[in-house]
């Protein structure tokens, strides 16, 4: 079984919508917080922004450690500590 629903909203004169308390709460978007309109395709997603630059950075970043010479996480842990210890002096 989906947990895929439709909710239609009505767009108002200046182009607004009001997004539904349903669709707020399952985008982890309250007052004042802000969403991202993913345009795909035939498809528009509205998606939690800080979410959704999150995974972008994520996605820009990987491979990053491995490129820069770093074979595991260790190493690019030691890199950072190197660099903190430098920017301490």
Not at 15 to 33: C, E, F, Q, V, Y
Not at 41 to 66: F, M, P, S
């Amino acid at each position: 079984m989906s947990d895929a629903y439709t909710i239609d909203v009505k767009v108002d004169p200046k182009g607004r919508i009001t997004i539904p308390k349903d669709i707020r709460a399952a985008l982890g978007a309250a007052k004042g917080g802000r969403v991202t309109f993913v345009v795909e395709n035939d498809e528009i997603r509205v998606v939690n922004a800080a979410l959704h630059a999150l995974n972008r950075l994520q996605a820009r970043l990987n491979g990053a450690a491995e490129r820069a010479g770093l074979p595991d996480e260790q190493a690019a842990s030691d890199r950072v500590a190197a660099f903190r210890k430098e920017g301490a002096r």
